[in-house]
């Protein structure tokens, strides 16, 4: 079992910047996949950023390529999302999600462990 705590989500302008961290506790989480999802009120959720459990293979919702950067702290069992150029459409609900596995998968269904998310709301 792992569990997941985000953190970092708020109210901000358009424009600003905002960086989401998930903890993790449990079993060893350097074997995990690591992924951020996200809901806006009345959408699907949807992948927006993934990392293999190295930390060396990401993958980006082509909706936040160039703005948004996740990374990943094994030895402090943390992922941190870092929200640049933030825009009213990024407004949602932002879920960590951690499944053990070697590779990174940006389709929910994998994803046995989740967070309980933290709120972002961007403000035009």
């Known amino acids: 079992q792992v569990q997941l705590v985000e953190s970092g989500g708020g109210f901000v302008q358009a424009g600003d910047s905002l960086r989401l961290s998930c903890a993790a506790s449990g079993r060893t989480y350097s074997g995990y996949a690591m992924a951020w999802f996200r809901q806006a009120p009345g959408k699907l959720r949807e992948c927006v950023a993934s990392?293999?459990?190295?930390?060396?293979?990401?993958w980006y919702g082509d909706f936040v390529k160039g703005r948004f950067t996740n990374s990943r702290d094994n030895p402090k069992n943390t992922v941190h999302l870092q929200m640049n150029s933030l825009k009213p459409d990024d407004t949602a609900v932002y879920y960590c999600?951690?499944?053990?596995?070697?590779?990174?998968?940006?389709?929910?269904?994998?994803?046995?462990?989740w967070g309980k998310g933290t709120k972002v709301t961007v403000s035009s």
């Open positions: 990392v293999n459990w190295s930390g060396g293979r990401t």
């Open positions: 999600a951690a499944e053990p596995a070697s590779d990174l998968y940006t389709d929910q269904s994998w994803y046995h462990y």
